[in-house]
């Protein structure tokens, strides 16, 4: 079979040499005679394979001892409403920093709390192609928490910065660029995000929140939702999502065999470079409309100048392996999402075809 590249936003590729390791291991884990899947998630095998997974991430990211990390389910969209009820914490209001689609959903959802939130800043005014600096920010220094969302996974944007939130808690949806870049995640109360883009399955949503920050829901806060309760029971009051802890384990051991987040982080660097370049190069027959110093290293948005070309190039990409590269409904165009999982070849093998298809059709 030659390489496909697959360029999906989310769940997205996963490295390779994990999926065959997963393979070679399906039906009989390290000997056990048990697929992972068929395991009790209180059996001794699976207590092993959960704990390395959270000492690996721990590993990786630097977690400091005073931070809980928490394999949940219910994704992202869960923590919309999860992040409130556990955080508002007795306060009036919550500050938000407006940069899309996936930071307008949060607020929208935390809005159903009983508290205001406050837009200390937002991107709307110029279609959602930056992040507002942070000196024009209008922050409310009694706010429940400050919530952004690193990575806008439909507009493309990238917050190049951790905010200084002066001692307001700190709260990220890192979804779509968790673990692309090294982290300090001392500066922040709480980090959330899916797995099914540079981590794992879909299923396992990862939440790591400082200790200090537990224990005071909001009343009606249900069992499931109070990170208390998942953290005293090592995530698993309930049945938690097996499978998908196991498979992000072994990307957390592949991302220590690749040099950690910093080689990771040049890496992605190099790749992101490469396509705007050839975007950006094109003499207008591609654009990409996001502000340089706010594109994103992982999901790259891009239109050709002429639409009517749009079904032509998927068609051709397609021909050429190069898969799932059509934009989200709501914004049209294209969208490459490059991973850490997707090696320079993919990247590569994109930005011939794109540089082929304009020659053809330009
Ligand atoms: N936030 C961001 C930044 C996302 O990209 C996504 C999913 N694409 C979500 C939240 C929602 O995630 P989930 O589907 O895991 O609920």
Same mark, same amino acid.
């Given at each position: ?30 000997? /056990? ?6 395991? /009790?998630? %209180? ?50 209001s919550?500050d ?6 996936? /930071? ?14 406050h837009?200390v ?17 209008q922050r409310d220094p009694q706010a ?42 001392? %500066? ?93 190069? /094109? ?13 994103? %290293? ?65």
């Amino acid at each position: 079979m030659s390489p496909v590249f697959n360029f999906s936003a989310g769940p997205a590729v996963l490295p390779r040499e994990v999926l065959l390791e997963v393979q070679g291991e399906l039906l009989s884990w390290h000997g /056990s005679g048990m697929s992972v899947m068929e395991m /009790s998630h %209180r059996g001794k095998e699976f207590m092993q394979i959960a704990a390395e997974a959270e000492e690996d991430l721990r590993a990786v990211m630097g977690i400091p001892a005073n931070y809980k990390v928490l394999f949940l389910q219910g994704g992202a969209t869960t923590q919309f409403a999860m992040v409130p009820m556990n955080l508002i914490r007795g306060h009036a209001s919550i500050d938000f920093v407006d940069t899309g689609h996936w /930071s307008k959903l949060a607020m929208k959802e935390a809005r159903k709390f009983g508290v205001s939130t406050h837009v200390v800043a937002s991107a709307e005014d110029r279609g959602y192609c930056y992040v507002p600096a942070q000196d024009g920010w209008q922050r409310d220094p009694q706010a429940a928490y400050l919530h952004y969302t690193s990575n806008e996974t439909l507009g493309g944007v990238e917050f190049p910065f951790i905010p200084d939130s002066d001692g307001v808690p700190l709260v990220c949806d890192m979804s779509s660029n968790f673990l692309s870049r090294p982290t300090d995640v001392s %500066r922040f109360g709480l980090i959330y995000g899916g797995a099914q883009k540079n981590i794992g399955p879909a299923g396992l949503t990862i939440v790591i929140v400082r200790e200090d920050l537990l224990g005071q829901t909001v009343s009606g806060t249900p069992t499931m939702f109070d990170y208390k309760i998942q953290a005293e029971g090592d995530s698993m009051y309930n049945t938690p999502p097996t499978f998908a802890i196991y498979v992000a384990g072994l990307v957390f051991k592949w991302m220590q065999r690749q040099g950690g987040l910093k080689a990771i982080e040049q890496r992605n660097i190099e790749k992101a470079a490469l396509l705007y370049e050839t975007i950006d190069t /094109s003499n207008g027959f591609y654009h990409c409309p996001v502000e340089k110093a706010y594109r994103s %290293r992982m999901n790259v948005p891009f239109k050709l100048a002429e639409e009517r070309l749009d079904e032509d190039f998927i068609k051709e990409a397609r021909a050429r392996n190069l898969l799932q590269l059509k934009g989200h409904r709501s914004t049209g165009g294209m969208r490459a999402s490059i991973y850490n999982a997707m090696p320079l070849e993919g990247v590569k093998a994109l930005t011939a075809f794109m540089q082929d298809f304009a020659r053809h059709h330009g």
